[in-house]
């Protein structure tokens, strides 16, 4: 196993305090580089939430980070998939719920800033790693993904700028936010072109896994109502035994990578 080997060989690149003016804190970021980059080249890019999650035990929620480079080396390193990005977006602590959710619940009275994280994503941060790295531009090139908070955060933003996200990751998604305000903001989806969506959740996701599991299954039925195909441009995944945590999804995202960028 390639254990931390993106790191040892200087492949992760942290952007400290990343600055934004739609957001009140800049946040870090950090960088994969696939092995063998080649700043000639051109990548696919994967934009992911909770960035400290991915790479670093030391910086992971409860030190268990996904090893997304370890799993990504290998699939690249055997052939599975095509060479690409990652780009790990911080949370930034207290904000996370603001900045993840697509509206404002008025009973906690938090979130809702969804909609300006979305726009960080595509007009600052893209743009930076655009002129900073090897990155390809197309929507078809650029996924954007994320876990629990996290997916309502990615899906927000490939809903919002479908012609910037052509792929998302919804892992896990916390659909039950403000009366599932996701699957409202999907019914009222009206863009020409559809992103590429993988959607999971697991079935044992706390102590209201089947509602997350009810949930989950209603955010698919509407995708599929809006003109998603199941097996063409939706991939919809329950994952038997997994919890809620960054173990679960570390443990599947190859699959995700295999899904988007699989070697043609």
Not at 41 to 53: E, S, T
Not at 198 to 221: V, Y
Request: hydrophobic content about 40%; charged content about 25%.
């Amino acid at each position: 196993m390639l254990y931390h080997r993106a790191k040892d060989e200087g492949r992760l690149r942290l952007h400290s305090r990343f600055p934004t003016s739609y957001l009140s804190t800049p946040r870090d970021i950090i960088v994969y580089l696939p092995p063998g980059y080649d700043a000639a080249a051109k990548y696919p890019v994967f934009y992911l939430q909770d960035g400290q999650n991915l790479f670093d035990p030391a910086t992971a929620f409860n030190g268990q980070d996904w090893k997304a480079d370890i799993v990504a080396d290998e699939l690249i390193v055997s052939g599975a998939i095509e060479p690409i990005l990652m780009v790990g977006v911080y949370n930034t602590g207290v904000r996370r719920v603001s900045e993840y959710t697509p509206t404002r619940d008025a009973h906690i009275r938090k979130g809702g800033k969804g909609g300006r994280y979305a726009q960080m994503l595509a007009r600052e941060l893209k743009p930076f790693i655009e002129r900073e790295y090897a990155a390809k531009r197309a929507a078809a090139d650029t996924a954007v993904g994320g876990s629990s908070l996290g997916a309502l955060a990615s899906m927000e933003a490939g809903l919002l700028y479908p012609r910037v996200f052509g792929k998302l990751a919804v892992m896990s998604p916390s659909v039950w936010w403000d009366q599932r305000s996701i699957i409202k903001m999907v019914r009222a989806f009206e863009a020409p072109g559809r992103p590429r969506i993988w959607l999971d959740t697991g079935t044992e996701e706390g102590e209201s896994a089947q509602q997350s599991l009810e949930d989950t299954r209603a955010l698919r039925d509407v995708l599929v109502e809006k003109g998603w195909r199941d097996g063409v441009d939706l991939s919809y995944a329950e994952f038997s035994g997994a919890g809620h945590n960054e173990m679960a999804w570390g443990g599947r995202f190859g699959e995700v990578l295999r899904y988007f960028f699989a070697k043609l």
